[in-house]
DNA sequence: CGCTAATTTGACAACTCTCAATATTCGTGG
DNA sequence: CCACGAATATTGAGAGTTGTCAAATTAGCG
């Protein structure tokens, strides 16, 4: 298995986090890390554990929501491939404040803790590195709380935007682009439910800012569209 | 001003955070601290700004919160004395996604962020400081997120047992303690107004949970408080 | 005692969720 | 190519929770 080794460093080598460490401390990293296949809905860690390993899905992605009585999750952040998760909670030895779940089968890699300590206390600029991997999850998760503290127009506003950024095509005189994902899986990601996505859906169709065609969305005023998603209302 | 000078480098290494300088270094970073006072209300930081210093208060507190269109304050993060604040943002060169107010009047210690960040490319220690001061911010928020997500009584009664803990004293069967702020505040702390939180008092105390005489408290069934700050419903 | 600020109470509106019913889409097999 | 069934979306009615506004009450203090 030696290919695979070597393919396995230098893909850890390839992730921000592990970049200041040279290809030997990511082979010992490689080395000791497993993989396992974890299918759509399965839960990968629970709340209130400890970890002695640190994650990364190559493929597929995942979520870490609370579990409320009543079965209600509350979306925390979501996991996307090539991005380590519980970073924090196996560095700090602290309880994991929610529950880990695989959203779509996904391959999971798992990284013992120990050596990475021991490179943190040895490297300083891998500790500079897991410094602003930790800072740069605190701010992406000020933004989620952000985007949190709006409501439901203003969250389905955002998406939509950063979508006609990173998707759209001219159409006449607005941007139309996919949603890219099924509807329901939006309003999960958006932590509304799918009720009261299709409503906001309507009611930014019947404020003339969009139109909905299926999964097909156009934008024609992206004007208010960013006013929306900063949280105003449509006749402020 | 030697000895002021002395005692504020003293007064840095103090702080966890600058715990692994050594003294010279937090000479260093006293000799271009600024001191300045700011009253309660005050706007100490603008949402939006990039940062050149890093922020402590020494005495009195704030809040970093969103402001919604229409003037509603989203509270992201309180801030107490002797905790640095505005780190992430300062290091990372991103920008505030909050606005930061003094909420009981204050003195600010500001920090420039280019000395720091030399040391943490020089010193080890402290660039492993920097990381677990950045990963524990992260747990702390991914704490309070988890307090969001839950409704009034729950975030009361949470209050109420932390409260219950540190400062309560027997009390016939139960456990009795003054809130130790003002109601208004405290409704300001939960995120919830002052009407909402006067209701979820009458209610727990309807409830049995809890009584109530102005400012003091008596917890007469801890179970049911416990359970309330874990989501439940009284009736559950 | 009287004034001001803090708190409580009531009525109501806004928003999102739940449950139930209906409509639409999509893939599969005839 | 069409028909059927299952999954996905939409719509409607109603409930729950919190916020807003206004009024009443209480507490604190000179």
Redesign the pocket.
Known sequence: MNIERKKLSAYLNSISLFSALDLDECELLADSARQVVRKAGQILLHEGETLSYVYILTTGSGACYFLRP?G?KSIIYHIRPDRPFAVEVALMGSRLSGVIEITESATVLSIPVAPIKNFMESNAAFANQVARYAMDSYLRLTDFLKDLS??????LSRFLFRRALEAGTPHGDGISFDLGL??????DYL????????????QLQSEGVIS?E??RIIVSNVRDLVRLSEGF?KED
């Not at 099924?182 to 309003?187: F, N, V, Y």
């Not at 932590?191 to 309507?202: A, D």
């Open positions: 009543g209600k709006f409501g439901a127009p203003a969250r099924r509807k329901s899986a939006l309003a932590g509304i439910t799918p009720e009261t996505l299709s409503r906001t859906f309507s909905v299926g999964p209302y």
